[in-house]
């Protein structure tokens, strides 16, 4: 099923380097020249502000989800092409699960983590079949990566689990990634002799 929407987790924070935000512009520039709807947090700040101006300068379809605390804090882009407002982070997350027909996380701190860990939990339990990609930017997801392959080590998660996650370092590479995904066959997931 061809990719028609993908939802961004990212920063409200830009990082020490311009090349965060550079990486950001390339993506959304992408997703917009694909014909794909972005969502996201809704912010102007951050990483989240630099989807949200690239978005619309390249004429993209940007759909932001926020809670009203962020709202009334004016932290929140206006100009969008559709804002949702939620009562709360929870439901933020709930709805870019169900508006999104995949997954991409830019770097971020721990509420960007909390988004793509939910999402590749449901693909994980099957609740959803939905590609999960990681932009690794100059290597920012590298010791994360290293972790998750730890974890494989020490077997609490499966082999094929860790393949559902796609990471790349070029944003066009990842989009193409997501495209071609397919959910992987786990036959015994909860094995606990595996």
Known sequence: MPIKSVCIFCGSNRGKDEVYADATRTL???????????IFGGG???????????ALA????????TPRSLLER???HRGLTE????????ERKVMMLQLADAFITLPGGMGTLDE??????????GMHRKACGF?????????????????????????EHRGMILVESDPLQ???????WTMPEVSKWMDPKS
Do not use: P
């Not at 959304?28 to 972005?38: D, E, F, H, M, Y």
């Open 83 to 90: 804002l949702h407002v939620v009562e709360s982070m929870h």
């Open 135 to 159: 932009l690794n930017v100059g290597g920012f997801y590298d010791r994360l990566m290293d972790f998750l392959d730890h974890a494989v080590a020490e077997r609490f998660i499966r082999t």
């Open 74 to 76: 004016e932290v929140v």
């Open 28 to 38: 959304v520039r992408a997703l917009g020249t694909a014909g794909i709807k972005i």
């Open 174 to 180: 990842l989009l193409e990634g997501l495209q071609n």
């Open 116 to 125: 793509i860990f939910e999402a590749l939990t449901l693909t994980q339990l």
């Open 58 to 65: 390249a004429k993209a379809h940007v759909i932001g989800v």
């Open 44 to 54: 102007k700040v951050g990483l989240m502000g630099v989807v949200a101006e690239t």
